[in-house]
């Protein structure tokens, strides 16, 4: 994922940011140069991700790729050299990883000498575009070893004298969104002197990036860091750390990052609606467009209290802004509200937290992590499972290296994703956003991906509508309800006497497959017998209270392996299931089992005494 400032806050609101929050006696002095005598340690973030990839070797996830297309007279050699030029200048693009025997972490060194063959020119002429994209897709996906000493990897492929694809990966580990920009723009430069037969003039770096890590690991400790997870421990007390989004798909047992993409786009007159509602409420762009991806996720979820990953630059001291490194940080935002909020008071709850949180945006996840002790479960990444990112500056679609050579952005195929789903928003210079979703494959549809961008659209229409409570939020698109309308206009066909009803098809199942997992909610998971047996169980205690043939029952229960039971049970009774919806007020629901007449309504310990108090009917 590329990240460039995606906050749309500027350097200097960051810094004034870090001025509200930090005592003036600890605010950041210059990064001090690191002795190069002692082992290296690496960054947090770097720590993190090394232990990433011992758990799951090889891995593409963490690889960070752009591809473009060059058009002109390209000078190979002297790209090479401007490659080896970058490479030279930035020690982190010739760093390796090790952990020595008997040490309990790894640490990073330097290799002194440029690694030869960065850059490698392959002949393509004659490829189809579909072996252009897998020869692409392989160059950006080989994993990459991290005691070799360089995780970067250029490749051309020449298409005809005049025209190559660049394909550039480069690992985590050493890199992050804005460090492309970096690379691609001195590269560029050095290029067009070299081109020239001139040396290369770049602007000499006041440190590097194993500076700013040893600087991290000594400023981010001790009370300081107390304090700053003092108050992450306050703002997720009692907050979900899992989203609990319908899946199409079983949830792997662990964790993978097979993905896909989806693009959409926000048309100008919307955003400009959008700045305008931001504008009124004292918020930024960010906010309301988080905001609405908050209500979107509630609205699937039924969850009206979650918590959604966002990235920061990391990049808060004026030395870092042209190094190449890992310095991209990931906070987490709650988003929180009650049945009666409107957009507008969401959207003002959204703002006061997401202050607050770039605030205190330096804490490293990993230490958040260790702080907060979430439960583990390698099914899932902790504390939060989806990303939000709004970046205010397009992604450099083309350019020039000098000499008349150009270049423009190629589009690639997206196979592995960090998270179950990201939604990347992108302001574009015509005043439009172009959105990007990415989700796991293996937990979601396309067809899934496709109604959740459609939906996040009609939030932000809703969003600039009324005042209303988003709990009234209908989030079917008209295109989903023209398909729902021409489905149920289908030719009617009869029931004959081979036709098998729900119940009869899962007990059938039930019957062949006893062991077979029906149902898998958090931790817990029910086989089709057990599924069965509680289900006949419910049908007697149904039968015992007086339900029979052609009687109403009425549920009220969360979504749970509990609630598919009683449906069943009440199904085997020979009665009529009516569902109700929990987060409902008890007085619409009672009124709905009164208007069906429902002999019995089955419900939560919680909601019994309620009902009581309300209902006509027995619970």
């Known amino acids: 994922m590329k990240i460039k400032d995606i906050r749309a806050l500027s350097l200097a609101e960051r810094r004034a940011l870090r001025r509200g929050v930090v005592p003036a006696e600890e605010r950041h002095a210059s990064i001090p140069r690191a002795s190069r005598t002692d082992a290296l340690r690496l960054s947090y ?14 891995s593409s996830a963490y690889h960070i790729p752009t591809v473009l297309r060059v058009r002109g007279s390209l000078n190979v050699q002297a790209f090479a050299r401007a490659v080896e030029t970058v490479v030279e200048r930035h020690e982190t693009l010739r760093t390796r990883f090790v952990m020595k025997d008997g040490a309990k972490e790894a640490t990073q060194e330097v290799v002194g000498e440029v690694p030869t063959g960065l850059v490698v020119e392959e002949a393509a002429e004659g490829w189809s575009e579909g072996r252009l994209a897998e020869a692409v897709q392989e160059t950006l996906s080989l994993p990459f070893s991290f005691a070799g000493g360089a995780l970067l990897r250029v490749r051309l492929y ?12 480069m690992h985590h580990l050493i890199s992050d969104g804005w460090s492309i920009g970096v690379l691609m723009r001195e590269v560029a430069l050095a290029y067009e002197a070299l081109a020239l037969g001139d040396t290369p003039q770049l602007p000499p770096l006041p440190i590097q990036y194993a500076d700013f890590a040893e600087w991290q690991r ?20 009692g907050a979900p750390l ?28 919307t955003v400009s609606e959008l700045r305008d509602l931001a504008l009124r ?44 490194g890992m310095f991209v940080n990931s906070v987490p935002l709650r988003l929180k509200w009650n049945r009666e909020s409107t957009f507008a008071e969401i959207l003002r709850d959204v703002k006061a937290r997401s202050l607050r949180a770039f605030a205190h945006g330096e804490v490293p996840l990993a230490q958040l992590m260790e702080a907060l002790s979430p439960e583990r479960d390698p099914s899932r990444s902790p504390i939060y499972q989806t990303m939000f990112a709004l970046q205010n500056t397009p992604e450099s679609g083309a350019g020039d290296f000098g000499g008349g050579v150009t270049f423009e952005a190629y589009s690639t195929e997206t196979t592995s994703v960090q998270f179950d789903l990201t939604l990347i928003v992108v302001e574009q210079p015509d005043g439009s956003a172009s959105l990007t979703l990415t989700y796991n494959t293996d937990l979601f549809e396309r067809a899934t991906a496709e109604r959740l961008l459609a939906r996040y659209t009609k939030v932000l229409s809703a969003a600039l509508g009324d005042r209303a409570s988003v709990e009234d939020l209908t989030l079917m698109t008209e295109a989903e309800r023209s398909t729902l309308l021409t489905m149920s206009a289908g030719d009617e066909r009869p029931f004959s006497d ?7 098809a899962f007990r059938e199942h039930a019957r062949l497959t006893p062991e077979a997992i029906a149902l898998t909610c958090a931790a817990a998971s029910w086989t089709y017998g057990e599924l069965d047996e509680r289900s006949a169980r419910i049908s007697q205690n149904l039968r015992a209270a007086g339900v029979g043939h052609g009687n109403v029952v009425a549920v009220c229960m969360p979504r749970s392996p509990e609630m598919i039971a009683v449906s069943l049970g009440v199904m085997r009774a020979g009665a009529i299931y009516l569902p109700l919806e929990i987060s409902h007020p008890v007085d619409r629901n009672v009124s709905t089992a009164v208007a069906a007449t429902a002999r019995l309504v089955v419900t939560t310990t919680e909601l019994r005494e309620a009902f009581q108090g309300a209902a006509p009917c027995p619970v």
């Open 45 to 58: 973030a770097q720590e993190r991700l090394y232990f990433l990839e011992q758990l799951s070797p090889g």
């Open 158 to 169: 020449r298409l005809r004298e005049e025209e190559r694809v660049l394909v550039v990966a």
């Open 218 to 237: 000594k400023e981010l400790s001790g009370d300081r860091l107390a304090r700053e997870l003092s108050y992450w421990k306050e703002e997720l007390a």
């Open 242 to 269: 899992v989203l609990e989004l319908p899946l199409d798909k079983a949830r792997p047992a662990t964790q993978t990052f097979s993905g896909a993409a989806l693009a959409s786009a926000i048309d100008p007159k």
């Open 281 to 324: 409420e004292g918020a930024t762009l960010f906010m309301v467009l988080v905001s609405a991806y908050g209500v979107l996720l509630g609205k699937h979820t039924r969850q009206r209290d979650l918590v959604v990953g966002t990235p920061v630059a990391g990049r808060v001291h004026p030395e870092t802004e042209n190094l190449i």
């Open 498 to 504: 081979e036709s098998r009803t729900v119940l009869q």
